[in-house]
């Protein structure tokens, strides 16, 4: 079958399941024949082999019994980079570049300071796009998921920078003695019983999700122990729900009186990420 039918064809079984069916449908594509989206897009009559058209069959099959698209393709894209996922690990979402951003701005701003730890790592997203965009950079990466970290173990090595980057199976930071010049972190924090009502529940992994009661659990831990594991002058960088921005601004200005606290919204104007730098 020409591309634009069996493009249209695959949009159609994903219109009920996507926001943007088209686009999936050109993203399911390229992976099946194993080619850039703009390849196909110029290349109107590939011929799929069996094999291929099976791939296709199965992978039509997973997105319509709840599987999301990154989990089919075992890959997503972050901050430009390709990055292997399975269902162990948090899909990296767009609202975290702004964090990974602020981290490699502040990083090239301070070239003497290159420890950082990033805490909850899952697929490693932050890790490794720290350690690719800033090659002196030294991280710290810990999850309390051994799978997790497996994976973000792969994508270190996919990505060529396992030397920059030490994995730890950790509780938050309880069992870290060092200090570091940037702690990130992306914790759960979603409330466990919004989390119930969204979609993506049961469908990524809940220990990625669930934030506790009010969604605030891990991120209350976390800053009680920031003040020994944060160097002077060192950065904070927290990704947050969109309603919590007054409340972890408290939190934080109470454990840091001195720091300059800021909350940086996303690129939909909601509350995102809290950044503090402290004296
Ligand atoms: C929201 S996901 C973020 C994953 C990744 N950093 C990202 O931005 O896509 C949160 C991660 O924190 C991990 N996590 C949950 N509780 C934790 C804890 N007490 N200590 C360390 N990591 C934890 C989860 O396993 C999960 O990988």
Redesign the pocket.
Known sequence: MPIQPLLQTIRRRLTALSDTPYLDAQVLLSHILGQRRSWILAHPDPTLTAAQRQNLTRALHCLESGTPLPYVLGRWE?YKLDFILTPH?????PE?EL?VEKAIAWLRDNPSRRSCA??????????VTLAVNVPGAKILA????PT?LRVAQENAHKHGVEGQISFLG???L?SVAGKFDVI??????IPTSTLKTLAVYGQE?T???DGGPKGLR?IQ?LMADLPRSLSPGGLLLL?IDSSHGPEVRRMAQKTFPQADVQIHADLAGHDRVLAVQTT
């Open positions: 972050f690990v948090l899909i990296p979402r975290t964090l990033d805490i909850g790592t899952g697929s490693g997203c932050i890790a810990t999850d309390i998921s997790a950790d509780n938050l309880a990130c972190a992306n914790l759960p924090y992994p220990l990625a999700l891990l831990t990704e």
